[in-house]
Structure formats: structure tokens, C-alpha cells
């Protein structure tokens, strides 16, 4: 019998494993009525998962469905959904993909065609991208010393220490990055999904040179939030000597603030991995960003 609903969520208990839903439209970062339904189911399913030691939870994105706005895939799948619900399986590491393809059938009748798919399962640590593969490196970094994961602080870290994030290569239309974090003594466990947003964006960012609009200004109010020299901010913003993911417009004013806007839409296969305590009181960086080339 065909359901009328605009989606369908399968939970890991019933799935072999894996949390997997569709739906006839992307989720929205702040959905309503039936979308709102849907958020809420993926969110119990998934905070069933519980990783091992070595396990990371490994998200996936399908759609053929080509839209106005630039789609940050960690935010459709980490973001849109409650975060505290990745409380116990992502502890070790995140993994995920974005995948151009129409979905796999549903395997129930849905109220219309399904245009979006996404899943979530716990893998091992060291599994490789199902639906790419990552070459050419195009920069590596090793021990970058932040003072938090904030997107300012990671960006600064980046940017600031040329001897540890070295731009080598090229990259083509997709990248992978791959990061791993290694906290200060004493942190509590991490749910990682709250770190991915803030450290993907500030070491993207990184690898970007802003075009000079509003330098100054924005350079300011960057420099506040790390109680940085404004002038130094400013210089490193528009500064292209690492910038392999190009120029663009960077940040734009916010409030008091800034809004970042890196090309983070690019990055098509991505992994943020826990690693060993850090000395010294501060999170340190270490990875690579890669060209991503389709496999499938």
C-alpha cells in the first residue's frame, strides 16, 4: 500500500545497522509540519548508534537534484537534525560523502518520488570513501596549535603558522579534507559533530584569500574576537600566498560579528578523526585537503 507521506526514515534495528532515510524534498535547517517529523525521526534512529573504540559514524548525502543554493553537506546531514543525538556515535570520528546520483529505491511506497537520500552508519576508522577517491594533495598540516575551535581561532592558527599548513598541488571542481583533532588534557568526551562545522570552515577558510571588501572593518572585528592586532588580521585576509581553494568574498559583517562564507559546498567527502591528548592547554590540527575524484 503507497504511503502519502513526503518521506520515509528506516532505523538501524530494522536496517542491518544503518539509519537510512528519503524524502521528497532536502530536509531544511529549520523545517516545519511533515519536514519536522522527519528531523525528528532521524534524530531518535540515529542516537540508537553507539560506536566501538575503533568506529566512526560515516553520513552519506544521494541526490541527482541540481538547486539554486551552493548545499554544505555536513550541515544536511549533522546540522539539520538535533546534534546531541550524535552524542554516542560520534565520539572517534565523523565520515561523510555527498553523492550526484538519484537515490536507491525506498523500500516502501512513498506519496511521490524520492529526489533525496540520506544515511548514517558506524564503520571502521580506517574505511575508505565509498564514492571517491582522494589524490593530489593539494595541502598538509601537522601540530597547528589553536587556542579553541571556534572558526576564528582555527583560521588565525591556520594562517598564522606558514611552516605547518603548506599548499603543494592543485585542486579540480571537489575536494576531500581530513583533519584530525587532538583536544587539551582534560576535555570532556566529545560529540564531534559540534566541532565539524567550526573547524571545517576555519581551516577551509584558511585556504582561501579574501577579495578586500570591507578588509578593514572585517579585519577588526575578526581581530576582536581573538584579541589580535586588527592591521595583522586584515593582512592575513587578504593574504593569497596559500589560498588553493582561490580568491572570493570571505566574510561578510554580522551583527557585531562576521559571517563566514568559505566554498565548504566543494568539499564532496570529509572526516574529522579524534586523536590523542594534546600538551600544552590547546587543540592541535593536523591533515591534508585533497582533490576528490568520483569513483562511482
Excluded at 226 to 246: H, K, M, N, Y
Excluded at 270 to 292: C, D, H, I, N, P
Aim: glycine share 10%.
Amino acid at each position: 500500500m503507497q504511503s502519502s507521506k513526503s518521506y520515509l526514515v528506516v532505523p538501524a534495528r530494522m536496517n542491518n545497522g544503518s539509519v537510512e532515510a528519503w524524502s521528497t524534498k532536502r530536509l531544511p535547517p529549520e523545517p516545519r509540519g511533515e519536514f519536522r517529523s522527519m528531523r525528528d525521526e532521524i534524530g531518535k534512529a540515529v542516537a540508537e548508534l553507539e560506536c566501538g573504540p575503533e568506529q566512526v559514524l560515516h553520513g552519506t548525502y544521494m541526490s541527482s537534484v541540481s538547486e539554486r543554493q551552493p548545499i554544505d553537506t555536513e550541515n544536511t546531514l549533522f546540522y539539520n537534525v538535533p546534534t546531541n543525538c550524535f552524542a554516542k556515535s560520534a565520539r572517534v570520528g565523523i565520515k561523510f560523502e555527498r553523492v550526484f546520483a538519484a537515490p536507491p529505491l525506498a523500500p516502501h511506497p512513498m506519496g511521490s518520488r524520492a529526489l533525496h537520500y540520506q544515511s548514517y552508519r558506524l564503520l571502521n576508522r580506517r574505511a575508505a570513501f565509498s564514492s571517491w577517491s582522494l589524490a593530489n594533495v593539494a595541502a598538509s598540516f601537522s601540530g597547528v596549535r589553536c587556542r579553541s575551535t571556534s572558526v576564528e581561532a582555527v583560521w588565525e592558527a591556520m594562517r598564522g603558522d606558514r611552516e605547518l599548513a603548506v599548499a603543494t598541488g592543485s585542486l579540480g571542481s571537489y575536494f576531500g579534507l581530513s583533519v584530525t583533532v587532538r583536544p587539551p588534557a582534560g576535555t570532556a568526551p566529545l560529540n564531534l559533530v559540534n566541532l565539524l562545522k567550526p573547524v571545517f570552515d576555519g581551516v577551509v577558510s584558511s585556504f582561501h584569500q579574501h577579495d578586500g571588501t570591507d578588509d578593514a572593518e572585517l579585519g577588526r572585528r575578526v581581530a576582536g574576537s581573538l584579541e589580535s592586532e586588527p592591521e595583522r588580521v586584515s593582512q592575513l585576509l587578504v593574504d593569497g600566498s596559500q589560498a588553493v581553494l582561490g580568491s572570493r568574498r570571505l566574510l561578510w559583517r554580522r551583527g557585531d560579528g562576521v559571517q563566514w562564507g568559505p566554498a565548504d559546498d566543494r568539499c564532496v567527502a570529509g572526516e574529522l578523526l579524534l586523536g590523542e591528548v594534546s600538551e600544552g592547554g590547546f587543540y592541535e590540527l593536523s591533515g591534508k585537503l585533497t582533490a576528490a575524484i568520483a569513483t562511482s
